[in-house]
């Protein structure tokens, strides 16, 4: 007779069943190592598109109402003071001004809003391409010597923009809005820097992303200049590590604006105008004469006499500087035909005049 008990449940798991759920479960809790496919998390992206916070230390505001009611200036810290009304000078400049420039606070009169002889310059970039690992032109802003904006505009992109690098650049979606076209933007930055000494930190950078080039005796680097003259030590210095040791103020501590950056190259340059100027000659602007020698060259012609103008127009051969033996000619012009100069004296050769003979 078979054993009286309780039959098993259909589709009830058998112990030796149970016995390797819980063997497996224990290796895949104890695996060493990521899996092998896992979603990559680009922190970047994920910390540009979130939203300042309210506490945020850098505070971001308008200025100049002159149709630029999209131009934004970073602030300093709020916890880092800045000394706006000291009197200490610097190579003849006041500090306490340079630092009001930088940060907008300085009212301009009518006669500083000109462009002027200087102009500074800065840009920003944003993200595109897979990832936005490429950049692309999106600000550009450019300031007189005393930090009067000239232009600050936002740039249309052609592409997407997958990354607007807003911690850096202070750039967002929004401010596309008020974007105009590359060709438009590079056309006014053309005609404002002509026959300007542009000056920018890394300008290389900035002239790249605008597509234009600007004449070497015209630019001025802070960058290379301030490592040339032993501003500081190394050879590519930060504009904020710049401006923090020589005007003793904080840049760039949050979101970037190309307005402060522009006025605090200008600052920079400012303060090492005179030292960083020495043995420079600009070129000549367009609407002066290429060459004032040759100017003057001209000139002394016309006040010549027509017979010498004559004797100077004259063709000569030979190397610049070396007689061609015309000038002889003229100069024993009013000679009889008679007389021969005494260095000719192979035509004598073979007349009964000289006392020996030449054969050939």
């Keep these: 007779m078979a054993a009286k008990g309780k039959a098993p449940a259909v589709g009830a798991a058998s112990s030796n069943w149970l016995a390797l ?50 131009t934004r200036i970073a602030q300093v810290k709020a916890d880092e003071p800045v000394d706006y009304d000291s009197t200490e000078r610097k190579n003849g400049e006041s500090l306490g001004h340079l630092r009001k420039m930088i940060f907008g606070k300085v009212e301009h009169t009518s006669a500083q809003q000109a462009p002027g002889k200087y102009v500074a310059v800065d840009c920003e970039m944003v993200g595109v391409g897979i990832d936005g690992a490429e950049s692309s032109l999106a600000r550009v802003s450019l300031v007189n010597y005393h930090g009067y904006v000239l232009l600050d505009e936002f740039v249309r992109q052609k592409e997407r923009v997958a990354d607007y690098r807003t911690q850096w650049s202070g750039i967002r979606e929004k401010d596309m809005l008020l974007a105009k076209p590359f060709n438009e933007i590079q056309a006014q930055v053309a005609e404002i820097v002509k026959d300007k000494v542009l000056i920018g930190h890394a300008i290389h950078n900035d002239l790249k992303a605008l597509l234009l080039s600007h004449p070497g005796p015209m630019t001025r680097d802070t960058q290379h200049l301030a490592a040339k003259h032993n501003v500081v030590k190394g050879k590519r210095p930060a504009l904020r590590n710049l401006v923090k040791q020589e005007l003793n103020v904080t840049i760039q501590g949050g979101e970037h604006s190309s307005v402060t950056d ?34 003057a ?42 007389e021969k100069p005494r260095n000719e004296w192979w035509k004598d050769l073979g007349s009964s005049k000289v006392k020996g003979t030449l054969r050939l």
């Design 297 to 338: 060259e001209d000139a002394d012609v016309d006040d010549l006499e027509e017979g010498e103008s004559e004797k100077r127009q004259m063709p000569v051969g030979g190397r610049k500087g070396v007689s061609s033996g015309l000038s002889t000619i003229i100069k024993r012009k009013g000679a009889s035909a008679s």
């Design 262 to 295: 522009a006025r605090a190259t200008m600052a920079v340059f400012r303060l090492h105008r005179k030292e960083w100027e020495k043995g420079i000659r600009p070129m000549p602007s367009s609407s002066q004469p290429a060459s004032r020698k040759r100017s």
């Design 21 to 70: 759920q819980k063997t497996i479960s224990k290796k895949a809790s104890s695996a060493d190592g990521p899996p092998q496919k896992r979603r990559k998390v680009d922190k970047t992206r994920s910390v540009s598109v979130a939203p300042v916070a309210s506490t945020s230390k850098t505070t971001i505001e308008d200025d100049f109402p002159r149709n630029h009611n999209h």
